[in-house]
Structure formats: structure tokens, C-alpha cells
């Protein structure tokens, strides 16, 4: 081999090691870059309403999203109202089959001290309220003949999709099937936000392997 090729091929192979730790380098680089997005995107979590809130915020003019806020929300329903929107996202069982602690309304709610405090007030009337859920919402004889579906699910926020049920629905016979239902719908629109890790670690996503 003449003498100017060895040189070049020695030259290379001391070059090696830089450039694998280049590329190493590069790979981290990427990798926590990557990693940081992840965990700066918003986790988008459920938020139940009866059919009844949604009504009321279009009749009053007011976005979806003031479902979220509860010093807007008081404005325009009743306590009564108030109430089972809270006890719906308490007890989840009727609407999911499972008691679900994944419900965002709480976070919401809490923003502030008087928002708190009027969560406080409203938890107390619970146990006087709570029965008109199945007597206003989910009781098949409240069926509408305009409300053909059992539920919506609108993606009202960065970090919130607002659930609307509908009402005669859920309790009746074919509720089991709607529950099924509602899960699936919600994994496969929530699969568009959230990695497959933050969805496989989620009740939801537990409740459809049971549903299996």
C-alpha cells in the first residue's frame, strides 16, 4: 500500500471513535429533546355534563368550555344542577361501569378560594340531590326523540373533552352496551392526543380490556 494511502486509512480510523461519540451525542441530543415535547403536551382528561348544562350554556350565549369554570357555571344553573353535574363526575359507574377517578371536573372547579368554597357547599347537598341523576338523566322514560344519541364527546379545550349525556340512555336495558361504547369512542378520539403509554396506564383503557 503507498505510503499516502496508509496515511488517509490511519487518519480515518482515528476518526472513528469522534464520530461514534458524535453520533451518541446526537442520539441523547434528539432523544431528550423528543422526551421534553412529550411532557410539555397536555394530558386531555374527561369532564361529564347531563344534556341539560350544554342546553343552558347555548341558551345563554356562553361557550362549552364554561362547564369547566364554576363562578361562570353558577351564573346561569340552578344549585340542583350544579349538584348532579357533580355527583356525575363522582360516581361514573352508571355512564363508564366502573368508578372512574379520571374525571377533570374537580381540577377545574378548584381554581380558586371561592370556587372552593362553593364546591364545598354544593359536596354538602350531594346525598339530598344526587337521586334526580337517575330520575332526570338516566331513567329510560326521559328519553328525547331529538337526542337519538347516547352521548357526545366534544373536544372543547386543550386538555379537556367535555362528555355530554343524553338522557333515557344509560338506564336502560341496552345501558351495558352504551358503557362499552362510550369507552371505546373515548380511547379511540383520546388516542389522537396522548401517547400509547399515558393511554395503556389509564383506567379507561383498563375498563376496555375487561370489556373484551
Not at 347555548?58 to 351564573?75: G, W
Not at 361514573?92 to 372512574?100: D, R
Amino acid at each position: 500500500m503507498p505510503a499516502e494511502h496508509r496515511i488517509a486509512t490511519d487518519h480515518i480510523f482515528c476518526l472513528l471513535p469522534v464520530l461514534f461519540i458524535y453520533v451518541v451525542g446526537l442520539h441523547a441530543f434528539y432523544k431528550d429533546v423528543i422526551k421534553q415535547m412529550s411532557n410539555s403536551v397536555s394530558v386531555k382528561k374527561p369532564l361529564f355534563i347531563p344534556y341539560w348544562i350544554k342546553q343552558l350554556l347555548i341558551r345563554n350565549q356562553l361557550p362549552l368550555t364554561a362547564a369547566m369554570d364554576l363562578s361562570a357555571l353558577r351564573k346561569v344553573a340552578s344549585i340542583e344542577d350544579l349538584v348532579l353535574t357533580l355527583c356525575m363526575n363522582l360516581n361514573t359507574t352508571p355512564i363508564l361501569g366502573y368508578m372512574s377517578s379520571e374525571s377533570c371536573l374537580f381540577t377545574h372547579w378548584l381554581k380558586d378560594t371561592d370556587s372552593e368554597r362553593i364546591y364545598n357547599q354544593l359536596y354538602q347537598l350531594k346525598e339530598l340531590h344526587e337521586s334526580g341523576l337517575e330520575a332526570r338523566l338516566y331513567n329510560q322514560v326521559n328519553a328525547h326523540p331529538q337526542l337519538s344519541l347516547p352521548y357526545e364527546i366534544l373536544d372543547v379545550s386543550s386538555d379537556v373533552f367535555l362528555i355530554v349525556i343524553n338522557p333515557g340512555f344509560f338506564g336502560s336495558p341496552k345501558g351495558a352496551e352504551y358503557q362499552r361504547q362510550l369507552v371505546s369512542d373515548y380511547l379511540k378520539q383520546w388516542y389522537g392526543y396522548n401517547n400509547y403509554d399515558t393511554i395503556a396506564q389509564s383506567q379507561f383503557f383498563e375498563q376496555y380490556l375487561k370489556q373484551l
